[in-house]
């Protein structure tokens, strides 16, 4: 086995080679840490947490795997083959693996951490092998050799930082998108060693590296041609009733349900999940949306702001109301108003309320749309998803409902949903003491929603007075609310009586907190 360095006129190629292997290398280490991370906050919904976990578990094992690799230096070209094999193997499976543990085995955590430390392990092994392979074509300077290494490294993290929210995801999605960088990483792996630094190679280590290079060749184009019914399958493992419709937008995993009661008719339970938590259930959710909207129309009502309810059912009983004049939905999340605008049963559930005139929506950030808005409403409705993540929890702050306030005139009325006073109640009673320390005066109330259990709302108006717990004069026909059940809502037997929290700030996010905790288990 020759070790001589190539030719003076090659050594300059061999050199970039080495170096751009280290940039695809670093883009592909990169990218498999993100795709953990972004697949712990589609499943747990816990983005700090699962981002906390994977990156100290991986830059610990990168430690280790930097170790690790010291006795395979001597065969530095070999070694560093067989890692990019093994790392593009299980990169580009980590996420149907890890996917597969949380639908199947209830394991996601515990699999979590070991993926997390092998992949760090493997990619801690890169940099000292490569070291050794750029000493081999050009002797240099230790400092020298760190430099050029780190700089192909750290530009390399750069282009899989960029790639994966803007290329990746958008079009292979996550599981395949993984597949795609495992596929990318074992080719600019192997690429390196056999043209590079094949003399170097025996001929068992050679045919090791051909035999490998098949082997996660297969691997991943198999898993690539059955990903689509791997995910079906998996997807529906997590729902009780038949999927009929499911996407990965670019903020969360949106997931239709239906549930036939009969054979070929229509009778059935419509459920939409957004990132596996539940939004509403055909059977009750105008029990939910009677409560939230109708309370807070007892006034003026000619403009009204919505935050969130991409899915048409709050507006719906807005439009009930001739006097409204004006609906803006401010919405994240297009696809959420794609799905109302054209899933027939959705449709019909709506009223295909976004085909109103009256109405306008905005697909932006709640809190960024807020703080630029220069109209003025009479209701705002906070329909927002629970905080129960680091995104969403900012949208149950002190400084969230003081944006409200300032959209609001002096006579508005704002209406929040708030969890459960039963099941979470410091997370609700948190958001009632945000609301009030940002200049409400509230009155809280609550009704039971059979598939959320005892749901809570706020309905608050700006300055000293109360609003009061009541119906409009000219509501229309409802389902469920009247007068006594309205009445009653504002009543908090013993065991759901106020709990004494603290409200929640930005940067002392207490509702995350709490939600975190109460809703463990449930």
Known sequence: MSTEAPERPRWRLARTAVLVAVFVCAACGLVYELALVALGSYLIGDTV?????????????????????KP???????????????????????????????AWLDLYGPALVGTAFVLGLLIGAEIPLLMVLLQRIREQSAGSAVADLFAADYVGALLGGLAFPFLL???????????????????AGVALVVTVFRRELSRRAYVAVAAGSVVVALCLSYAWITARDFELTARQQLYRDPVVHAERSR????????????????????????NGDLQFSSVDEHRYHEALVHPALDGPRGEVLVLGAGDGLAVRELLRYPDVRRVTVVDLDPAVVALARTEPQLRRLNDDAFTDPRVRVVHADAFGWLRTAGDRFDVVVADLPDPD??????LYTVEFYSLVRSVL????????????????????????????????????????????????????????????????????????LDAGT??????????????????????????????????RGY
């Open 49 to 69: 947490g699962q981002a906390s976990i994977v990156l100290g578990v991986m830059v610990f094992a990168m430690g280790v795997g930097a170790l690790a690799a």
């Open 72 to 102: 395979l230096q001597s065969r530095a070209a070999a070694a560093f083959a067989l890692v990019e094999l093994v790392l593009a193997l299980l990169g580009g499976l980590s996420v149907l693996g890890l996917y597969a543990a949380f």
């Open 169 to 187: 995801i958008p079009v292979f999605g996550q599981l395949k998108g993984a597949l795609v960088v495992g596929a990318v990483n074992a080719v």
């Open 251 to 274: 903020y969360q995993e949106i997931v239709l349900t239906r549930s036939v009661t009969e054979v070929g008719r229509e009778n059935s339970d419509l459920r939409l999940y957004l």
């Open 389 to 394: 993540e680091t995104a969403t929890a900012k």
């Open 409 to 480: 005139v002096d006579t508005g009325r704002l209406v929040v949903q708030s969890g459960s006073p039963y099941f979470a109640p410091r997370s609700y009673w948190s958001i009632e003491a945000s609301v009030r320390a940002a200049g409400f005066t509230t009155r809280p109330y609550h009704v039971d929603v059979p598939s959320f259990g005892d749901w809570g709302f706020v309905l608050a108006a700006p300055g000293p007075n109360p609003p009061p717990l009541e119906l409009p004069d000219d509501v229309p026909s409802l389902r469920f």
């Open 486 to 519: 309205l009445a009653a809502a504002g009543n908090f037997p013993a065991d759901r009586r106020r709990v004494d929290v603290p409200a929640s700030t930005l940067l002392d996010p207490k509702v995350l907190e709490y939600a975190r905790v109460e809703w």
